[in-house]
């Protein structure tokens, strides 16, 4: 299939692209470029672009742009919980609207399915039970939010030749060239390599559900090769119930594998409310789906990359951090409050 990745310079894309070509996919990219210079290792080979080659704001496309493409993968957002705090307006823009607008051109385009990254934040504080595709939606955050609205607009677009479907992903780690240091697993790692301290700044009790970059990318690859009648307009959790951990637990794995590794659960009550533990049932039986990496398996791939690369705390703090990075983008001008690139159109 001719797929269109959107995003595809993000942490996930960047893994993902190489997982759809492997699967036969001829795949090409639209990206802002937020993140695009910000690599640890050998840099990743791009696909082409849409377009020149240049950076392409989401909130810029048309259905004349996506003429010939089969399937959209939609990655692309301000993605994760705190940068709707810093911007909501945009994040409501970009993540809700703008998604929802490409997803109407798709549409129009003849684009045959529409895989869009949601995400298991959906489900807000949901306690000690395990929740599937069926629990009730509490989001938390404009980020978590803006997730649930795309799902109930795009539901509204399918018919028999459109057919979206969401995956709500769990909480992502693992190495991606295009490394976010603002996720659990991959915080923890690196704190542990930079200064030696696991802190958890909480009792180290909220439920967390975890998944591998890479598992993350074979499900969409799976939801690109299932018949459509399996996906169409449904929501599949993304991940294994093995690695449904407690923020403690995942600490032990990160003390475990970074040699003289001290933890220290700090007991306080920590900003983030969410906990969940998530049942992953559905994507197991209807598209055959298996999550491979375990959380302990994801924390020693970090630390030998993050050693093997040369980790520094600087660019662990700045550029790896998506709230910081994009902060300073817009102190020096490159973005502006909207979070444009001059000269973008619309
Ligand atoms: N990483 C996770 O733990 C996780 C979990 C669940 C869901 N998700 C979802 O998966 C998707 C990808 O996440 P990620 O971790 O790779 O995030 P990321 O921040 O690393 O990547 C997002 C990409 O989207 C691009 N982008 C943002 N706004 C854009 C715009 N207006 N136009 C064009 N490109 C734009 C950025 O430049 C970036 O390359 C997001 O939708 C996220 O919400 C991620």
């Known amino acids: 299939m001719r797929v269109l990745v959107t995003g595809h310079q993000g942490y996930l894309g960047t893994v993902m692209v190489p997982i759809l070509r492997e699967a036969g996919h001829s795949v090409i990219g639209l990206d802002t470029g937020y993140f695009a210079d910000c690599v640890l290792g050998p840099a990743p080979v791009d696909p082409p672009q849409l377009g ?16 010939g493409v089969e399937a959209v993968v939609h990655l692309a957002a301000l993605s994760n919980d705190p940068l709707g705090d810093l911007a909501p307006d945009v994040t409501y823009e970009i993540n809700h609207r703008a998604s929802v607008r490409l997803a109407q051109a798709a549409k129009e385009a003849g684009v045959s399915r529409f895989l869009y990254a949601s995400t298991c934040s959906v489900y807000g504080s949901a306690g000690d039970g395990l929740v599937d595709e069926d629990a009730p939606l509490r989001p938390l955050t404009p980020y978590a939010e803006s997730k649930v609205w795309v799902e109930d607009d795009l539901a509204a677009l ?3 030749d459109f057919v979206p479907v969401f995956l709500r992903n769990a909480t992502a780690f693992g190495f991606s060239p295009r490394l976010r240091a603002d996720i659990v697993l991959n915080n923890l790692v690196g704190h542990a390599v930079l200064s030696g301290t696991v802190k958890v700044l909480s009792d180290g009790t909220p439920w967390r559900p975890l998944v591998h970059a890479e598992d993350i990318a074979r499900a969409f690859a799976l939801c690109l090769a299932a018949p459509a009648e399996a996906i169409r307009c449904e929501a599949f959790n ?9 923020v403690a637990e995942i600490a032990g794995a990160v003390t475990e594998v970074v040699p003289g590794a001290q933890l220290r659960i700090t007991g306080e009550t920590g900003s983030d409310p969410r906990s ?4 992953f049932t559905k994507a197991r039986e209807r598209l055959g789906y298996q999550a491979q990496w375990s959380v302990a398996d994801g924390a020693a791939e970090l ?4 050693t093997a ?6 660019a662990f703090n700045t550029e790896f951090t998506r709230l ?13 409050a909207a979070m444009s690139r001059g000269g973008r159109v619309g």
């Not at 630390?303 to 993050?306: I, V």
């Not at 910081?324 to 502006?336: E, F, H, I």
């Open 276 to 279: 969940y533990r998530v049942d």
């Open 238 to 246: 993304i991940g294994t119930e093995a690695n449904n951990v407690t």
């Open 158 to 160: 399918a018919d028999t």
């Open 324 to 336: 910081t990075r994009l902060k300073a983008l817009r102190q020096s001008g490159v973005l502006d």
């Open 52 to 67: 020149d080659g240049g950076p392409v704001d989401l909130r810029d496309m048309t259905a004349e742009q996506l003429h």
């Open 309 to 314: 690369y040369g980790l520094t705390e600087a």
């Open 303 to 306: 630390y030998s990359k993050y």
